[in-house]
């Protein structure tokens, strides 16, 4: 992946996530539902001003917000870092970074402008629910899977590679 794929894949990710809360915040009054599934999934409109699964959500708020944004623009800056240090080889570690940037600058979006983060897809199961959550937060999730994976492919890569050497 060149950086400019990378780039446009992080964008689709923030735009698939803005557009789909925006049809959650015109759609969908605060606190509404629209049962999919019955008894399994529904489209909420619920707001998270904590961080995953709520963490976070009772610290006072101007400290929250600053905290939460400051580590959302630190992981992105250390992804772009990672990205430009690694190869066009490494597609699998630059498209988990490039899902978790999109994911990361989609909710950082919502952190500054609402001040809390739009999630809407809720799973549930009689009295077991997951937190509702957002395309964004799916994008982290799966980019973060990804990158354990790409690093555990890599750094087998490079130890393979340096056998080889010493047996040369």
Do not use: Q
Not at 107 to 132: C, H, K, Q, S
């Amino acid at each position: 992946m060149t950086l400019r794929s990378i780039g446009l894949f992080a964008a689709l990710v923030v735009a698939a996530d803005r557009l789909t809360k925006l049809w959650i915040i015109d759609s969908l009054a605060y606190g509404g539902e629209i049962k999919v599934v019955d008894g399994f999934f529904s489209i909420v409109h619920f707001r998270n001003p904590g961080a995953a699964f709520g963490m976070g959500g009772s610290l006072a708020s101007p400290w929250r917000e600053a905290l939460l944004i400051s580590v959302a623009v630190i992981a992105v800056a250390m992804l772009i870092n990672l990205v430009r240090m690694s190869t066009v080889e490494d597609r699998l570690l630059r498209l988990s970074a490039a899902s978790i940037i999109g994911g990361a600058i989609g909710n950082l979006y919502d952190r500054v402008a609402y001040g809390e983060v739009i999630d809407f897809l809720y799973f549930f199961w009689g009295e077991w629910y997951w937190p509702a959550f957002n395309v964004a937060d799916s994008c982290i999730s799966v980019g973060a899977v990804l990158l354990v994976v790409a690093t555990a492919i890599n750094e087998r890569r490079h130890a393979h590679e340096a056998d080889e050497s010493a047996s040369t």
